[in-house]
């Protein structure tokens, strides 16, 4: 979903370039993991927008966010959210498949039910690329 700004994003276009260089990386093959993190109200959703927004219609996004109650996080709620927008982009069957280390049943044919990719996870702290 974007969401829609009127204003230009500011003081994030090197973060932004190394999210769009690991985003080319991963539709050419190459696995991508993406953390970013920061204090709330930063810009992280906003520079994942951005993200987003300039990439193939083709390309399916994986996103989580931490989700804090006082000062506790809620252990795997960035996973939750990966998970469910790879089942709803996949399927339960291929993610079943990958998590077991099979080949999932859809791994030459599949097209996305939600357009996007590049795995992206909303973290407690510091930008960080594999």
């Known amino acids: 979903m974007r969401i829609q700004t009127t204003s230009p994003m500011v003081g994030r276009e090197a973060e932004l370039r190394e999210l769009t260089a690991?985003?080319?990386?991963?539709?050419?093959?190459?696995?991508?993991?993406?953390?970013?993190?920061?204090?709330?109200?930063?810009g992280?959703?906003?520079?994942?927008?951005?993200?987003?927004?300039?990439?193939d219609a083709s390309t399916v996004v994986a996103r989580g966010q931490c989700v804090?109650?006082?000062?506790?996080g809620v252990p795997y709620a960035p996973l939750i959210g990966v998970l469910r927008d790879l089942v709803d982009a996949v399927g339960t069957e291929a993610v079943f498949a990958a998590a077991a280390g099979a080949r999932p049943p859809c791994a030459d044919s599949w097209r996305p039910a939600h357009p996007r990719s590049a795995t992206s996870v909303s973290a407690s702290s510091g930008w960080t690329r594999w």
């Open 22 to 42: 690991a985003a080319t990386e991963a539709s050419s093959g190459v696995p991508r993991v993406m953390v970013v993190g920061g204090e709330a109200g930063i």
């Open 44 to 55: 992280k959703s906003r520079l994942i927008d951005e993200l987003c927004a300039g990439l």
């Open 68 to 72: 804090e109650f006082g000062t506790v």
